[in-house]
């Protein structure tokens, strides 16, 4: 019964390749989130979803490519993957007219 | 932008003392204030909240007061316990993004 879950935990993998990260909620809300906490702990958002439709995109790479199927999933796709790139990708999600947010437990990526 | 400022850690307790962590904020009109903990190796679980000045949030002994005034919002606890090691977020949404914008984190290591 877990509320916002993440898959997979833990990415280990090349430069240059790519890889998704799917994020799926179980709480009914409309608006979801990704973002990214650095090697020292430093959260910062990166997009967010409202029923599909992006409504935040911060200034991140356009190698970075979210997508939203239905309101109950945002994954995140990222090509050409670079060292920098590695860091902790944590979905959130909540109700568009609410301000308390649901974290996922978090995807640990390593680019080597 | 919105900003919000916290005290640098690791702040290091003996169990049964007094914690204060400090927080203050920027933002434009009148946003909603929390504190999020991470415990090691989990996600993000919001502790409190609270949406407009004078309210105080409070959770497991935790609290904090959104003094608009002074633009802070510090998480206080009467007595920490060696479970309550970990790192907290101060955050804050405003009416408008929805997103949190996070303050760096601090860390708590709490001795028995």
């Known amino acids: 019964d877990t509320a916002v879950s993440q898959t997979p935990k833990y990415l280990v993998t090349q430069m240059g390749n790519d890889k998704s990260i799917k994020c799926e909620q179980n709480?009914?809300?409309?608006?979801m989130y990704w973002y990214k906490q650095d090697s020292k702990k430093f959260l910062k958002i990166m997009f967010s979803?409202?029923?599909?439709?992006?409504?935040i995109n911060e200034t991140v790479p356009n190698r970075f490519s979210p997508k939203s199927p239905d309101k109950a999933h945002l994954n995140l796709h990222i090509n050409s993957l670079e060292l920098g790139d590695s860091a902790v990708y944590f979905c959130?999600?909540?109700?568009?007219?609410?301000?308390?947010?649901?974290f996922g437990p978090g995807t640990r990526l390593t680019v080597l | 932008g919105d900003s919000v400022t916290q005290m640098e850690g690791p702040v290091t307790l003996s169990e049964e003392a007094f914690l204060t962590i400090n927080c203050t904020y920027t933002?434009?009109?009148?946003?909603?204030l929390f504190w999020y903990v991470q415990y090691p190796g989990e996600g993000l679980q919001l502790l409190l909240k609270?949406?407009?000045?004078?309210d105080k949030g409070s959770n497991k002994g935790f609290e904090a007061t959104y003094r608009k005034e002074t633009t802070s919002f510090h998480l206080e606890k009467g007595s920490v316990q060696v479970s309550d090691s970990a790192v907290y977020f101060c955050?804050?949404?405003?009416?408008?993004?929805?997103?949190?914008?996070f303050g760096s984190g601090t860390r708590l290591q709490v001795q028995p």
């Open positions: 609270a949406t407009k000045a004078d």
């Open positions: 955050a804050l949404s405003d009416t408008g993004r929805r997103a949190l914008t």
């Open positions: 709480l009914g809300h409309d608006t």
């Open positions: 979803y409202n029923n599909k439709e992006l409504i």
């Open positions: 959130a999600s909540s109700l568009r007219g609410g301000n308390e947010q649901f």
């Open positions: 933002a434009t009109g009148y946003p909603s």
